[in-house]
């Protein structure tokens, strides 16, 4: 059974930057027509999706966030990673990692962690 | 502001039917078949229940429906019980460039 575990600080100050992880173990990282992902919700507001990374490398970023995020993949480890620059209040948010299962027809998110509340305060 | 727009609230009574939409444009909703429903209760994390607009991934009871017309997509939830109160969304592939949009979100109450 596939699992996604985001770790990483629940703390961050204004102006720095937010960095989590997420482990995957019940399947390689590397599994063709998968995307592995970043959303956020938050608290009391919808989901926000911050972008996606095949396992090759190539990202796609939501354009509202592009010009803070970096998303990276470290195969040996089977993990991703999540990097959000110059953060704000408004940052703070559950952030979840999930699985996005693409095919020629369809490309949801299939699998998520249990989600890590990241606070932006000093 | 959402991409795709959801009415806040939706309700029913147990062994009812509600249908929640989804209204996008051309470019997401419209034009393509890549929609997606997520199940939210209070504290846990998203669960698919709908993907290319009408399947059913394996576990996700036959109540739960899919459907599109035009720019607007629709989950319909039939024999309505309380486990399945809980916030529901919409997304859809918009493109390269915006990848995956959300829809706002509805709370759904069961009476």
């Known amino acids: 059974q596939l699992q996604l575990q985001e770790s990483g600080p629940g703390l961050v100050k204004p102006s720095e930057t937010l960095s989590l992880t997420c482990t995957v173990s019940?399947?390689?990282?590397?599994?063709?027509?998968?995307?592995w992902v970043w959303v956020r919700q938050p608290p009391g507001k919808g989901l926000e999706w911050i972008g996606s990374i095949y396992f090759g490398g190539s990202t796609y970023y939501n354009p509202s966030l592009k010009s803070r995020v970096t998303i990276s993949v470290d195969t040996s480890r089977n993990q991703f990673s999540l990097k959000l620059r110059s953060v704000t209040a408004a940052d703070t948010a559950v952030y979840y990692c999930?699985?996005?299962?693409?095919?020629?027809?369809?490309?949801?998110?299939?699998?998520w962690g249990q989600g890590t509340l990241v606070t932006v305060s000093s | 502001q959402s991409a795709l727009t959801q009415p806040p609230s939706a309700s029913g009574s147990p062994g009812q039917s509600v249908t929640i939409s989804c209204t996008g444009t051309s470019s997401d909703v419209g034009g393509y078949n890549y929609v997606s429903w997520y199940q939210q209760h209070p504290g846990k994390a998203p669960k698919l229940v709908i993907y290319?607009?009408?399947e059913r991934p394996s576990g996700v009871p036959d109540r739960f429906s899919g459907s599109k017309s035009g720019n607007t997509a629709s989950l319909t939830v039939s024999g309505l019980q309380a486990e399945d109160e809980a916030d529901y969304y919409c997304s859809s592939y918009a493109g390269s460039n915006n990848f995956v949009v959300f829809g706002g979100g509805t709370k759904l109450t069961v009476l």
């Open positions: 999930a699985r996005q299962s693409c095919s020629s027809t369809s490309c949801p998110f299939d699998y």
């Open positions: 290319e607009v009408t």
């Open positions: 019940g399947d390689s990282i590397n599994s063709n027509s998968y995307y």
